[in-house]
């Protein structure tokens, strides 16, 4: 037995599936602190938030992780280093999309109870892609966002960076595996979080190590190759 349903009846079905649909165009959401299982790595990744009279550790930046078959909705927080298992893949960070796919030129970060729009800055856009192999994590570092301080007469400015300094991305390693060793994490996290050890540990020799090369360039003497 068919059944016929009204135009008003129909509206919410159509508005629910669109909803559905549009969290695939969106990005999806990345497993926060997720368990390591074969086939899967992860990202390291938190927000900086500076006012002009200091941080604050309240808002959030969100920002999209892609590569040619996956997208990722990414929230940095200000108050914890986020570790999210995504698929392997080579990425690059990019603008959020809308409900239907559509990039979005500007970047939203809230700032307090704050939200300010800023153009995405292009700093980012330029970065080398992000190589994520199975069972492995990379370290994105700090997404910066400043507020300036605000003229008479004006509109507030915030200024937008991604800080992926060698010192940055060793902190990032090394807070989340003191939040391994701390009886506050809870149970569930902690354990999935235990489960990277082994890659958390390869990471923060390879990031010890461009800090080590980064100093004896510096501070060494380069040698001279003379014609024969």
């Not at 008003?8 to 599936?17: D, I, M, N, S, T």
């Not at 690059?92 to 800055?121: A, E, H, S």
């Not at 060793?170 to 996290?189: C, N, V």
């Not at 890659?199 to 080590?212: A, T």
């Amino acid at each position: 037995m068919i059944t016929t349903m009204s135009r008003h009846g129909a509206l919410p079905l159509l508005f629910a599936a669109a909803l559905l649909l549009s969290g695939g165009c969106q990005g999806t959401s990345p497993k926060r602190y997720g368990e390591a299982a074969l086939g899967f790595g992860a990202v390291l990744i938190r927000a900086r938030l500076i006012l002009p009279d200091g941080e604050t550790r309240i808002g959030s930046i969100a920002m999209n992780l892609e590569s040619a078959n996956d997208s990722y909705r990414l929230v940095a927080l200000p108050d914890q280093t986020s570790l999210l298992r995504i698929e392997p893949d080579k990425y690059r960070l990019g603008p959020t999309r809308n409900m239907f796919g559509m990039l979005q030129k500007n970047l939203k970060v809230r700032i307090g109870n704050r939200v300010y729009v800023v153009p995405f800055p292009r700093d980012i856009l330029r970065k080398d892609r992000l190589n994520v192999r199975p069972t492995k994590i990379v370290a994105i570092g700090y997404i910066e966002a400043r507020l300036l301080p605000i003229q008479r007469g004006r509109e507030p400015r915030v200024e937008v960076r991604l800080d992926d300094s060698v010192a940055s991305r060793r902190r990032l390693i090394e807070d989340i595996i003191q939040r391994q060793m701390d009886h506050r994490t809870p149970t569930d996290i902690r354990d999935n979080l235990i489960s990277w050890t082994r890659s958390l540990e390869q990471l923060l020799i390879q990031v010890q190590g461009e800090q080590d090369n980064k100093a004896s360039y510096k501070f060494g003497t380069p040698d001279v190759v003379q014609d024969e």
